[in-house]
């Protein structure tokens, strides 16, 4: 009866460290998502018309498509998770196209955004309007 009461104190105190272990993962990944989706509160602005046809054209023929979708999540952030973030307004246009050209992380987590040293000022703002213009335009 000793060996029983042995056998079970050991299966017990042997399996819970990997509940604890398990829990804090998934504390962890759960943290990870509201992160991951944290918005920043705010009206939109009036949406150019012309700066988002010029940075939709200017994503096409960068590099942005190897890191980002549109939809889904890569190694960057999707598009439309940065457009449901921020709101359309010229603060956060000039704010992500500075990211843009200088690189930037923690904002979405590990990922690291390779810097854009010699796009211009004024086509990475077309590049971030066009950005934050996808969740609008859908409504």
């Known amino acids: 009866m000793t060996r029983f009461f042995f056998l079970l104190f050991l299966t017990s105190t ?9 829990s804090k993962e998934n504390e962890l990944s759960s943290s990870k998502t509201d992160d991951y989706f944290r918005v920043v509160e705010g009206h939109d602005e009036e949406i150019d018309q012309d700066l988002i046809k010029k940075g939709e054209v200017l994503i096409a023929y960068s590099d942005c498509l190897d890191c980002h979708k549109i939809e889904n999540r890569a190694k ?8 449901k973030r921020y709101p359309y307004q010229e603060v956060y246009i000039n ?35 066009y950005v934050l213009s996808l969740d609008k335009l859908e409504d």
């Open 76 to 83: 960057g952030p999707a598009f439309l998770d940065i457009a």
């Open 14 to 22: 042997a399996c819970a460290p990997l509940d604890k272990k398990e």
């Open 95 to 129: 704010l992500l196209s500075r990211k843009i050209i200088n690189g930037g992380n923690g904002s979405w987590g590990n990922p690291i955004m390779s810097a854009h040293p010699n796009l211009s000022f004024e086509d990475s703002k077309a590049m971030a309007a």
